[in-house]
Every structure is written in structure tokens, then in C-alpha cells.
């Protein structure tokens, strides 16, 4: 019994191991999807789950760059938050990045959500704070977010 549960943990860890591989080559580059699809966030969401990016990094951490020197494993670390940075970029239409890019690449994310927040505070002032969370729920499930994301952001809003 105790072999056969051995057999199972390590193929579960195996099998892990080569997902995350397989993802990393996707993001870099090395690989592509099936059929050309593109790399974009949404994507590798709906192929590899929600829980990717936390998945992938401490992959990283623990199983890809383990028999690195400290070197070689800050050479690494930095190719991947390049290409993750990209990614992430993905998520925002062209018109969108000319818009929020203006402070650089790398702050995309957070102008995009001061934008959002100051929009979101002029459209309480035209309509009501019901208004609010009746929009912010229905964008919500259009944008795919969990319901604790759009709560926090509702938090952003009424604390701005």
C-alpha cells in the first residue's frame, strides 16, 4: 500500500513539474500553443488555471533554478519577470496602453487603476452608491473576476 501511494505522489509531482516546464517554455518562447494560438493572459488563465503565475513562480523558485549558482539564478529571475511583464501587458487593448503606458511599462497596471478608481468616483457622483455596485457586479462577471476582487475594488473606490 504504502509503494503504491509512493508511486502515485510521485507521479502527481511529475506530472507537475511538467506542466510548469511547459508553461515556462510557452511564456520564453521556446513552445508555442496548440494551433498558433496567441500568448496572452487570457489564455494561458484558460490553460493552465487562475493560480498560474503563483504556480509558475514558485516552481521557479523551488524545482527550475534549484541547482543554480546565485549567478546563473539572477540571470534567470530576470528573463522571467521580463516575459511575465509582457504578459501581463496582454490584458489591455493598444488603445488602453497608449493611454496608461505613459509612466513606463512597468506601471501599467497601477495607472490603469487609479484610472478606474477616478472613473469609478465621477459615476457615483452622477448616479448612487447602489448604481455603483450594481455596475462594478456586472463588470465584474464580465471581466471574470471573483467576487473578492470586485469587493476590494469597491474598498479602493469608497476609500479614494
Known sequence: MFRSTAVRMCAAKELHNQKMSTLYKIIVGDISF????????STVTEVFGSSWSTDLKAWFASDFTAKMDKADKEAATVVLEKYLTRLDLTRYTTRELGQFMTTGAANVAATA???????AKEFIKANSEAAFKAHVIAEAANSNWTSAQAEEFMKKVKSA
Open 113 to 119: 487603476e487609479a484610472h478606474n478608481v477616478s472613473q
Open 34 to 41: 496548440k494551433n498558433k494560438a496567441p500568448v496572452k493572459d
